[in-house]
């Protein structure tokens, strides 16, 4: 039998639609089963203010009490201390086992919350509702949640998939710029680790978004984005350590080696992490051209399309030894060994162990790159 947050099948728990707000209570319904009775909503008090009641009128309507727990609203926020505030809530909404977590918010939001339902009580459902695109189209599909620590960035956490995932990217539109920046610089990863056709299509949209009428072409690209991930995951849910090959899952960490140590040398206060992702991107493909595997026009593409999405915040002040002794952190780190996620050109992956890169390079195209970035 299937286990009720099992990862397969993923795009028959996803709805993405435009203006679909009110459609929650019946997703969550259809999801969930008879048997739950009980929605507890985690938010922050931004996005519960935006659309808190709408969401609670919709799950009332579907037969749900609900209860909410608030938490702060940033990365400073996703922590241990702040989960055991929202599990303190949801014994005292008497939360049972057939009941369920909804995350109404960012990825910080859906990382905490899903962290939550996937330790309390050993498991209990989740459902995700991503408001920003970072999380619309990365964090809430795939199941891994978890909070920051003091020693790294989502170092304590679980896999936890999520029984459905609901966008309306009518929420978007309320979204701030620097926000809907960093959700496009997940999508440049994806179509960069998927193909030039996606890319073409990234760059198209970004190019035009500004234009009337955008609403259903950025649905349609977020359903292709998790459409994308979904078929990832779906063949490697857990992230098999073993696994070195172009369709792992770790691939979708392209990006993510120097933005996690950027978040983490600057307190997690300064980038977004979709920023911190852009910069990534650019760094991977640039190490990549320094270890002649990726042609240097494939590198210009990238940093043609990293540019239309929108303008990233300054590396200046950023020491790239401190950077570069912070990819030890990393949850790549595989038997002390750091694997990176380089490309072979546009829509091919590679995963590279230690080894393969030697240090020296590694830190002499840090310290270029941050030069040139200031």
Do not use: W
């Not at 008879?34 to 009332?60: H, M, P, Q, W």
């Amino acid at each position: 039998m299937k286990a009720a947050n099992t990862p397969k099948g993923l795009l028959d728990t996803i709805c993405v639609g435009h203006g679909n707000l009110d459609a929650i209570g019946s997703f969550a319904r259809k999801q969930l089963g008879k048997a739950a009775k009980r929605v507890f909503i985690i938010s922050n008090r931004t996005v519960f203010k935006l659309y808190g009641e709408a969401v609670e009128d919709s799950l009332r309507r579907s037969g749900f009490v609900t209860a909410t727990a608030l938490i702060g609203d940033g990365e400073k926020y996703k922590t241990l201390a702040s989960a055991e505030k929202a599990l303190a809530a949801m014994a005292a909404a008497r939360i049972e086992r057939t009941d369920a977590v909804l995350s109404l918010g960012g990825g910080v939001v859906g990382d905490l919350g899903g962290f939550a339902a996937g330790i309390y009580l050993r498991g209990i459902r989740h459902i995700q509702m991503p408001t920003t695109l970072l999380s619309m189209v990365d964090s809430s599909v795939g199941g891994k949640t978890g909070v920051n620590a003091s020693f790294g960035k989502n170092t304590v956490g679980v896999f936890h998939p999520a029984a459905g995932v609901f966008a309306d990217v009518a929420c978007l539109e309320t979204l701030p710029e620097r926000e809907f920046v960093a959700g496009g610089c997940e999508m440049v990863k994806h179509a960069a680790i998927s193909g030039k056709a996606a890319l073409k299509r990234t760059k198209q949209y970004f190019s035009q978004r500004t234009e009337a009428d955008q609403g259903e072409l950025l649905a349609e690209l977020v359903r292709e984005n998790i459409a994308f991930k979904a078929k990832i995951v779906d063949q490697d849910p857990y992230e098999d350590i073993q696994r070195s090959d172009p369709r792992s899952r770790k691939i979708l960490n392209f990006g993510h080696t120097l933005a996690h140590a950027l978040e983490k040398v600057t307190d997690y206060r300064y980038f977004r992490h979709g920023e911190a992702v852009g910069y990534g991107i650019l760094y991977a493909a640039e190490l990549s051209k320094k270890l002649a595997i990726c042609p240097g026009r494939d590198v210009e593409l990238l940093y043609d399309v990293v540019r239309s999405v929108g303008h990233l915040p300054t590396l200046a002040g950023i020491e790239p030894r401190q950077v570069f002794e912070a990819f030890q952190f990393d949850k790549k780190n595989i038997s002390g060994s750091l694997q990176m996620i380089l490309l072979r050109g546009i829509g091919r992956p590679v995963i590279l162990s230690g080894d393969k890169i030697p240090p020296k390079t590694a830190f002499s195209t840090l310290e270029e790159f941050l030069k040139l970035q200031k």
